[in-house]
């Protein structure tokens, strides 16, 4: 091997070794990120750094003419190894920004089983020189067999980038550059690899895509966060406006007006009700964080028993919520059964039912409101509507779905941090 080409690869394992270990100690330091986030690049940048360094070693045993450590058959397979496992684990990542199941997914099980292929023609090169050899004075040799070693990582890479381009839709923008960015640097790499004997250069490629894809995420959520505390300080200065509104209170007042002819046992229970409303109203506006979900629930019973005390039979609620162990931000369930009954109630479609239901995810938990109703409406754009809205921005884990027949199903998903 020349002398250049030594050179230049242990410059190149040089500096991808120390951006690396930089990368981990951000990710042990950073407490900024969401949980899944750090987990995710704390074991994606552990492989890299493995990678690196199994590279490197084979580059010192190059120079010496001597193996280092480890024979170089070993280091290096060891470094292909694990730069073969970041692609699963960069399309597990693809797979959960998109909101997809991982054991349903065939795209992952493609790229999983080409990955099994490419250990195992890996595990060749240990025994047998048809893939590449090392030389009795640590000389690198390609083998006849060398470029089906490539297959199965190039048909990966190939398969991930189609994949992020289907959902493209589903990512931010930043995201679908980050993914492309990790996508194209690595093929580079390969390209000029292949076009200059003996040079290790994709080691270096892939290390900067991969803090390319942090840096995008970390900003990414960092500006997220930052448009959440301008949205909820907003909020809170029209969030009267939105929850409280007059002919809500004027027509709960004259109902309880007749009851009290009518019906004293149940205006005595209404006031009680609405009393409850107007607490909870009052003690979200004052909350700065999070709340339990069992006092968000109370402020839905309370909202809703006064509606049915205005409508009767006209409306039926149903709650099955056997979790609520965790933590919401205020005013996220009330405004959307307050959305479900003004928008639901028909009187010809017939008596209105609301199901508010709760169950623990594997990644935190999962409130879902269904209605009979005539749909939801997007282009609507009063009070409530708004409300779901703010609901969204705030949480970006929010689905509404409308059914072919009617109704309206809202999914709030929670996680474990909010």
């Known amino acids: 091997m020349s002398n250049w080409i030594e050179i230049a690869n242990f410059s190149v394992d040089t500096a991808a ?11 042990v330091m950073n407490r900024s990120m969401d949980r ?38 070993i280091t290096l397979f060891f470094a292909s190894l694990f730069s073969g ?81 289907r959902r493209r839709g589903r990512l931010s923008r930043r995201q679908f550059s980050a993914f492309l960015i990790y996508i194209v640097l690595p093929l580079v790499g390969m390209l000029i690899q292949l076009l200059f004997y003996g040079l290790y250069t994709i080691v270096f490629f892939t290390t900067v895509a991969a803090l390319f894809l942090y840096v995008f995420v970390l900003t990414d959520q960092v500006e997220r966060t930052v448009r959440q505390e301008k949205m909820i300080a907003h909020q809170r200065s029209s969030i009267l406006v939105l929850q409280m509104r007059p002919h809500f209170i004027y027509n709960t007042l004259l109902s309880i007006y007749y009851l009290c002819k009518q019906d004293p046992e149940k205006a005595q229970q209404v006031v009680l009700d609405f009393s409850s409303y107007l607490r909870q109203n009052f003690t979200a506006i004052a909350k700065e964080d999070s709340i339990l979900f069992s006092e968000e629930l109370e402020h839905a ?59 623990k995810t594997d990644t935190g938990s999962e409130i879902t409101v269904t209605d009979n109703g005539p749909g939801y409406t997007p282009a609507d754009d009063d009070e409530p509507h708004i409300a779901l809205t703010n609901i969204r921005e705030r949480l970006e884990l929010m689905t509404i779905r409308s059914g072919d027949a009617g109704g309206t199903t809202v999914t709030i998903t929670v996680p474990d941090k909010v």
């Open 17 to 27: 070794l120390m951006l690396m270990s930089i990368g981990v100690l951000s990710v």
């Open 36 to 73: 899944w986030s750090r987990r995710f690049f704390g074991v994606m940048f552990t492989a890299l750094l493995l990678y690196n360094s199994s590279d490197f070693l084979a580059v010192l045993s190059e120079m010496r003419g001597t193996p280092f450590l480890l024979p170089p058959t």
């Open 85 to 165: 496992s970041l692609v699963p684990q960069l399309t597990v990542n693809l797979l959960h920004c998109t909101g997809e199941n991982l054991r349903k997914s065939r795209v992952l099980r493609l790229i999983c089983a080409l990955f099994a292929v490419y250990a195992v023609l890996l595990g060749t090169t240990l025994f047998t020189g048809f893939i590449y050899y090392y030389t009795p004075d640590c000389v690198y040799h390609r083998g006849p067999w060398y470029p089906l070693l490539l297959a199965p990582p190039i048909l990966s890479m190939v398969t991930l980038f189609i994949a992020v381009l």
């Open 301 to 359: 019973r309370a909202y809703l028993a006064v509606e049915k005390a205005r409508y009767e039979k006209k409306l039926s609620v149903t709650f099955d919520t056997p979790h609520t162990r965790f933590r919401i931000p205020p005013l996220t369930l009330q405004p959307v059964v307050e959305n479900a009954v003004k928008h639901g109630l028909d009187p010809s479609l017939g008596p209105l039912e609301i199901t508010v239901r709760t169950r």
